[in-house]
């Protein structure tokens, strides 16, 4: 019994394992020691991205309103220890759904069986609960089985019926469901961020999926500069039925590699997980699969006497059954990509280049409403400028418009944590509400019904009091977002002072020789020369393509060339660490029988060979 209680476990899907793991913590929370079919019902709740939580939810189940009825609930048990066994009846609930889900011929056992075992069991707590709530258990059953009708036979790669215009009709099912998140489903639901200044990439993607054979577009571009980004756009211009008519009936799911891979323990298992998701997109040709981070394709589940996930969906590619989508960055798609010349050839590249300043603030403007609503603050369009220069000017590592994006959401964090605090009327009213729901529960346990039903009047009274003190709070004018934020924020993520931060580059252009004369004494001839290509460079005269300079600082041993590097290194680029000098006496190159000092172009630097010193 043992041996097959840990076969069902195995076979959970990682929701029904993450609700399994809810229902212990709410047992415990409850002080129950079992955890039983009222404790499962609402672990599987508490995991609101599960197929069962979202089936509840459709005939109006929350966790919350469960929860409430649970506390109010007479078959509640306080016994006073911690939750550390199923009871016998949960037990038998796992046995059922697993027997459920094998007469589907499905290999994996989710929420949805789970759900389904506690409605067949019309005594049982989970059941009775529901019912307490005022939930039709027909109605609902039968919205399951509709659901569990719609399902993929996995096992032998077949589509069961799909009721047109049913309400779970678009979902997806089997391997797919397990391990794809349709994304054209959370555009529909408005779950995805608004994508701007793509629309030339988006339409290279499209005219790719397009083409009768070797119609798989992968994305290549620098980390953050937003290729997820183009595919969440493509699927919300599918949404909105801004594509040719051979897309429109598309969906795009992005499918979890690392997923698939997680918990493979026997020899084949990884393989056989593929070969499904394989089976059902050939069976399902409007499905186009997106997989981020490509690269992890070649040599994914490879072991002795076994082949990767590159080798497996090769066949099918070539033979235009499967539609795919990738991303990966440049270094990645050289080093593994290009050396699989037959994966190579099946693929088709789409450039994806880091978006200018100009194009980076618009698509900030376009997120604009979203990190206002999730932080409760309000930007401007001169602090989202802001950000974007600042960005670009300190942090030099990443890319737009990820690290401009990461600033506003810092300076938004740094200010809603700052002033942030809940009003003490509301932590009162909370505290009074968890006082009363303790005196409720105490009722309950001795048995004490009308003193429970008084307390629950007052919990009601005392919830209307706390969602219209939420609701004035929220009407309040939010916090403004100011550039001291923005400021701030740079500053803690790369450690420039934020005097150095706030400090304006035209003020500082304007009168960079003075700035730099103040610690570079007698040498205004050298320091004007670097000015002026400073600045050229800076009004946009010079090429982007080209260095900002090339200097070479010549003189006696002493008169301040190495300190000129380090000063601009400090005044222009906001640290010393801009600074990079190279001993070229360590880099040397015979020729002739002469040696040529090597000489590498960087951003700032300082050669240092005698007399001789240059600042690129």
């Given at each position: 019994m043992?041996?097959?209680?840990a076969?069902?476990?195995?076979?959970?899907?990682d929701?029904a394992?993450?609700s399994?793991?809810h229902?212990?913590?709410i047992?415990?929370s409850?002080?129950?020691n079992y955890?039983?079919?009222?404790h499962l019902?609402l672990?599987i709740?508490?995991?609101g991205s599960s197929v069962?939580?979202?089936?509840l939810?459709?005939?109006g189940?929350t966790l919350?309103r469960a929860q409430?009825a649970l506390?109010m609930?007479?078959?509640?048990?306080?016994?006073g220890?911690?939750?550390?066994?199923?009871?016998e009846t949960a037990?038998?609930?796992?046995?059922?759904?697993?027997?459920?889900?094998?007469q589907l011929h499905?290999e994996y056992?989710?929420?949805?069986h789970?759900?389904?075992?506690?409605?067949?069991q019309?005594?049982?707590?989970g059941?009775?609960?529901?019912?307490?709530m005022?939930?039709?258990?027909?109605d609902?059953?039968s919205?399951l089985?509709e659901?569990?009708d719609?399902?993929?036979?996995?096992?032998?790669g077949?589509?069961?019926?799909v009721?047109?215009?049913?309400?779970?009709?678009?979902?997806?099912r089997?391997?797919l469901?397990v391990?794809g998140?349709?994304?054209?489903?959370m555009?529909?639901?408005n779950k995805?961020?608004?994508?701007i200044?793509?629309s030339?990439e988006?339409?290279?993607?499209?005219?790719?999926?397009?083409?009768?054979?070797?119609?798989n577009?992968?994305l290549i571009g620098e980390?953050?500069v937003?290729?997820t980004a183009?595919?969440?756009?493509?699927?919300?211009r599918?949404?909105?039925?801004?594509?040719?008519?051979?897309?429109?009936?598309?969906?795009i799911?992005q499918?979890?590699?690392a997923?698939m891979i997680?918990?493979?323990k026997?020899?084949?298992e990884?393989?056989d997980?593929?070969k499904k998701?394989?089976?059902?997109l050939?069976?399902?040709?409007?499905?186009?699969?997106?997989?981020d981070?490509?690269?992890?394709?070649?040599?994914a589940?490879s072991?002795e006497?076994?082949?990767d996930?590159?080798?497996m969906?090769?066949p099918a590619l070539a033979?235009g059954e499967i539609?795919?989508?990738?991303?990966?960055?440049?270094?990645?798609?050289?080093?593994y990509i290009?050396k699989?010349s037959?994966?190579?050839?099946?693929?088709?590249?789409?450039r994806?280049p880091e978006?200018?300043?100009k194009?980076?603030?618009?698509?900030?403007r376009?997120l604009?409403?979203?990190y206002?609503?999730?932080?409760g603050?309000s930007m401007?369009d001169d602090v989202?400028e802001?950000?974007?220069?600042?960005?670009?000017?300190?942090i030099?590592?990443?890319f737009m418009?990820d690290?401009?994006?990461?600033v506003?959401?810092?300076?938004?964090?740094?200010?809603?944590?700052k002033s942030?605090?809940k009003?003490?009327?509301?932590?009162d009213?909370t505290?009074?509400?968890n006082?009363l729901n303790?005196?409720?529960?105490?009722?309950?346990a001795?048995?004490d019904?009308?003193?429970a039903?008084?307390?629950k009047?007052?919990?009601?009274q005392?919830?209307?009091k706390l969602?219209?003190l939420?609701?004035?709070?929220?009407?309040?004018?939010?916090?403004v977002l100011?550039n001291d934020d923005?400021?701030?924020a740079?500053s803690?993520?790369?450690?420039i002072p934020?005097?150095?931060?706030?400090k304006?580059?035209?003020?500082l252009?304007?009168n960079?020789e003075?700035?730099?004369g103040k610690?570079?004494i007698g040498?205004g001839e050298?320091?004007?020369?670097?000015?002026?290509?400073?600045?050229r460079?800076r009004?946009g005269?010079?090429?982007?393509?080209?260095?900002?300079g090339?200097f070479?600082?010549m003189g006696p041993?002493?008169?301040?060339?190495t300190?000129l590097?380090?000063?601009?290194?400090?005044?222009?680029?906001g640290?010393?660490?801009?600074?990079i000098?190279i001993?070229?006496t360590q880099?040397?190159?015979?020729i002739g029988?002469?040696?040529?000092?090597?000489v590498l172009?960087?951003d700032?630097?300082d050669?240092d060979?005698g007399?001789?010193?240059g600042a690129?």
């Open positions: 043992a041996d097959d209680f076969e069902i476990i195995s076979h959970l899907t929701n394992r993450t399994l793991h229902a212990g913590i047992a415990q409850y002080n129950s955890v039983g079919t009222e019902l672990g709740l508490a995991q069962g939580a979202k089936l939810a459709d005939v189940v919350d409430f506390s609930s007479p078959l509640t048990v306080i016994v220890t911690e939750a550390k066994r199923l009871s037990k038998l609930t796992l046995k059922m759904s697993w027997d459920t889900a094998q499905q056992l989710g929420t949805e789970i759900l389904h075992s506690i409605l067949s019309r005594n049982s707590r059941a009775v609960l529901l019912r307490d005022g939930i039709n258990l027909s609902l059953s919205g089985e659901h569990l719609q399902t993929v036979n996995v096992n032998e077949t589509t069961g019926p009721v047109s215009g049913g309400k779970k009709a678009n979902q997806l089997g391997a469901g391990y998140t349709d994304l054209t489903d555009a529909k639901n995805l961020d608004p994508v200044g793509r030339a988006e339409e290279r993607v499209v005219t790719i999926l397009s083409r009768r054979t070797k119609n577009p992968v980390p953050g937003g290729k183009i595919v969440e756009g493509l699927a919300q599918i949404v909105n039925e801004n594509v040719p008519d051979y897309l429109l009936d598309k969906k799911v499918i979890d590699l997923g997680a918990g493979t026997y020899r084949g990884f393989e997980r593929l998701v394989i089976t059902e050939q069976q399902q040709k409007n499905i186009i699969i997106f997989i981070e490509l690269h992890l394709l070649v040599g589940g072991a006497g076994s082949i996930a590159a080798n969906l090769k033979r539609r795919l989508i990738g991303a990966t960055t440049s270094d990645e798609y050289r080093k290009e699989d037959a994966l190579e050839r099946r693929l088709q590249t789409v994806v978006p200018n300043l194009d980076a603030v618009a698509i900030l376009g604009r409403s979203k206002e609503k999730h932080h603050v401007s989202i802001d950000a974007v220069y600042m960005a670009n000017r300190y030099n590592e990443r418009p690290k401009a994006i990461d506003i959401d810092e300076a938004a964090a740094y200010v809603r944590v942030g605090h009003p003490s009327k509301i932590r009213f505290k009074q509400l006082n303790e005196k409720m529960e105490d009722s309950v001795v048995e019904y009308e003193r039903a008084l307390y009047t007052r919990i009601s005392t919830m209307e969602e219209e939420r609701q004035a709070t929220d009407k309040k004018t939010p916090i100011s923005i400021a701030n740079i803690s993520m790369t450690g934020v005097k150095k931060v706030k304006s580059e035209l003020k252009l304007r960079l003075k700035h730099l610690y570079i040498q050298a320091i004007e020369k670097v000015s002026r290509a400073i600045r460079s009004s005269v010079a090429s982007a393509n080209r260095p900002i090339s070479v600082f041993t002493g008169v301040g060339k300190e590097a380090k000063v601009l290194a400090r005044e222009v680029f640290s010393d660490d801009a600074l000098k001993l070229t880099e040397s190159i015979a029988g002469q040696h040529f000092k090597l172009a960087i700032v630097g050669l060979d007399d001789v010193e690129t």
